[in-house]
């Protein structure tokens, strides 16, 4: 799953027990050793795409 931050930005959480701490070496959860998807990894990645593409229209002048 998907959280968004309080700044807005997207952070991967794990699909099965919902916390946000991934072993990047692995790629599984920590808490419950559940792997990182390549479609979730997808999904994140179009979300960071997304958040910076929105940022970026907040950054143009009006
Ligand atoms: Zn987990």
Redesign the pocket.
Request: proline content about 6%; some cysteine; charged content about 25%.
């Given at each position: 799953m998907i959280f968004t931050n309080p700044a807005g930005a997207p952070e991967l959480a794990?699909d099965?027990?919902g916390?946000r701490w991934y072993d990047r070496m692995t790629n599984a959860?920590y808490?419950?050793g559940?792997a990182v998807t390549p479609q979730m990894e997808a999904e994140f990645k179009q979300a960071l795409a997304d958040f910076a593409a929105r940022q970026n229209e907040k950054g143009k002048p009006a």
């Amino acid at each position: 799953m998907i959280f968004t931050n309080p700044a807005g930005a997207p952070e991967l959480a794990c699909d099965h027990c919902g916390c946000r701490w991934y072993d990047r070496m692995t790629n599984a959860c920590y808490e419950c050793g559940e792997a990182v998807t390549p479609q979730m990894e997808a999904e994140f990645k179009q979300a960071l795409a997304d958040f910076a593409a929105r940022q970026n229209e907040k950054g143009k002048p009006a």
